[in-house]
């Protein structure tokens, strides 16, 4: 059961500039002259020649297909549904408000966990939301999203959405797909799971794998900024029930995902195995750098991501560390959540392994 927010629950809404692509489908022939769009005439000495090459030129010239066709169906492929199952945006953040905006009035309640990733939040203020919070569920090296928590706290609460990052950021946990089909039952049926699969392509094991295709009356969200290296470009998808992604098209903002960055998506999905080996080298240096600050002796979260996340003593010892690090040039982050300022999140990228960063992480430098 699908409830939208209210405003547009029974009003459609039409999008005036549906694209050059929408028109051609309708007329069954292409466009042979693009004068309708007031887009710029070429220009032979465009700086962007050198940046991005004749063809990025022209894409940069011309108006995106509002629809992101050809990546919605390479992703509908990719993830065993439809194509108008699939809808692309300016990364999963921009999804993250976009689904929001969908199903929150002002004064709605949202469901999350005491210091997950914090774009949700910041988001949810910005349409009048509210934002109740449930602890995560801790115990030896254990940091992970409480879905019974969450689940009791949609139902007390009525909540109109329920956002779980899973693998969750900045934990790094991972709820296997039994638990996430347990979370789904145990939540109202009109309440909207936010399931942020930003890191799923990092879980790669066999029984890892997530849930297939569609589940009821749930976004999940992906991106190409981490296992397809296109964080600057911000691509990002959802995966959703047909009716979902239709009432989402009505209020997303046309234009928003560029040509240059579809066209970029389209060549890293057309080359899996470029993504397949970032992600196994990123295994292999996240396995590597969780080796050696364990061997100093810190006490490093299990990760399903391209992160590791050290827990400290306290938050005092680990903002120690983080303003020695800033102070030597080097950026780790610490998570702003009261509850989870005695983490520093670390990134698997090779100037991590360098030795001064380890022993600074280790406040012995
Ligand atoms: C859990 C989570 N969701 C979403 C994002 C943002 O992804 P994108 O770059 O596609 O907006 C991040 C980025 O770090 C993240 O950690």
Redesign the pocket.
Known sequence: MTRFARHLAHHPIVNPFPGIMKLEAALGHPIRARIGSNESMPQPASPLLQLLGAAGAELARLYPDPYAHALRTRAAALNGVTADEVLFD???????LLTLRLFCNVGDTVVSTAG??P??RYFAEGVGAQVVEVDYARGDGLLAPDLAALAEAAQRQRAALVYL?N????SGHYHRADAIARLRAALPADCVLLL????LDFCVDEDDAPPAGVLPNTVR??????AYA??GL???YAIAAAEIVAKADQIRPQYALSAVAQAAAQAVLDEPDYARRLIADTLALRARLAEALCARGLSVLPSR?NFVAIAYPDAAVAERIQRALLADGVAVHRPPHAAMKHLLRVTAHPQALDAAVLDALAGSA
């Open positions: 300016t990364g999963a953040d921009s999804l993250i997950t990733y774009t949700l990052a693998p969750d950021n900045p942020d699969e930003a890191y969200l992906r991106t190409l900024s981490k296109l964080a911000r691509v990002g991501t």
